[in-house]
């Protein structure tokens, strides 16, 4: 039976995944797919995630840009290590 992913990657290019399930609790060590390449990767979660939030796949610093599905959505406007949760407190879009 083939493990069920915590996260999915959009591109190679991105440097965020999704989290996909419910209660995605720190110390977790997780499964991602990309979904272009059907590639896994591992990573262990520094924080409890909610579905839907962002996770780093590598560190990010304030001032980063942050990329899914292939595109620039935004920058940090605070650090996050891989592993850790990306979300509106630590990112912004670069329109405003």
């Known amino acids: 039976?083939?493990?069920v992913?915590?996260?999915?990657?959009?591109?190679p290019k991105d440097n965020v995944g999704v989290v996909v399930i419910e209660g995605l609790k720190a110390g977790t060590d997780m499964l991602g797919v990309i979904t272009e390449t059907n590639t896994t990767l591992?990573?262990?979660a520094l924080h409890d995630i909610p579905i839907g939030h962002k996770v780093a796949l590598?560190?990010?610093a304030a001032g980063s840009t942050v990329i899914k599905y292939g595109e620039d959505?935004?920058?940090?406007?605070g650090d996050a290590s891989c592993g850790g949760h990306v979300h509106v407190h630590n990112l912004k879009t670069k329109r405003w």
């Open 73 to 77: 959505i935004g920058k940090m406007v």
């Open 58 to 60: 590598n560190d990010l």
């Open 5 to 11: 992913p915590h996260f999915l990657v959009h591109s």
């Open 42 to 44: 591992n990573l262990t």
């Open 1 to 3: 039976m083939a493990e």
